[in-house]
């Protein structure tokens, strides 16, 4: 899917490049190439047996803070990198929230906090550099998660986690604006590939 939207991107550009612009282009090489066949989604979510398998190993790993960024993710629908970035000055303890800055689509969000995400929260030490988990990198953290889904067997990727978060509130009943809100999903049509609800 990647590379089809780059390759419609490049379309677009050179036929804007030719119509608009005026740029003597002979041809669009975008034209002859074919797009590739896109695998369908998948909706793959963690059951409440393997996210307790994960949380039980996840007491034995070094990484001390990989609980709660499970719980994160699974609660509250944290990407890996808005975990890795949250300061504890964001979070106001008192509401349940937190204020994610720069996410990945450029925009700040404020975020609700589940009980048990505050309550391991107040478990860990107070970092130096104000984040909330000790985590230097995205290749820090998969190393540790990949050790977790070694001891369990749940392989599982981490982004799973929030596809479980968007389905497990669709079926508690939330809205799609509610959803939406808390992850950070701007378009709805990738929102509803998040969400996997059985019959």
């Known amino acids: 899917s990647t590379v089809n939207k780059y390759t419609t991107l490049i379309n677009v550009s050179i036929k804007y490049a030719r119509q608009i612009l005026g740029i003597y282009v002979p041809n669009n090489p ?6 590739l066949k896109e695998p ?24 001390s803070w990989i609980t709660l960024a ?12 808005e975990i890795i970035k949250l300061r504890r000055e964001n979070i106001n303890f008192l509401t349940s929230t937190a204020l994610l800055i720069g996410t990945k689509n450029g925009s ?20 130096i550099d104000g984040r909330v988990i000790h985590c230097p990198s995205n290749d820090n953290f998969q190393h540790f998660y990949s050790q977790l889904q070694r001891w369990t067997g749940v392989k599982k990727s981490f982004h799973t986690t929030r596809h479980t978060f968007a389905s497990r509130c ?30």
Not at 112 to 127: D, F, Q, T, Y
Not at 171 to 195: C, D, F, H, P
């Open 40 to 63: 369908e989604f998948q909706g793959e979510v963690i059951t409440h047996e393997e996210e307790e398998r994960l949380l039980k190993n996840a007491i034995k790993s070094k990484a």
């Open 108 to 127: 700040n969000r404020d975020v609700g906090l589940s009980p048990r995400v505050i309550a391991e929260m107040h478990k860990l030490p107070i970092n």
């Open 30 to 35: 975008c034209e002859f190439i074919k797009r």
């Open 170 to 199: 669709a079926m508690n009943g939330w809205s799609i604006a509610e959803i939406s809100a808390q992850g950070g999903w701007k378009n709805l049509s990738v929102l509803k590939r998040y969400t996997y609800i059985k019959a």
């Open 70 to 81: 499970i719980m994160l993710g699974i609660d509250c629908g944290l990407r890996r990198g």
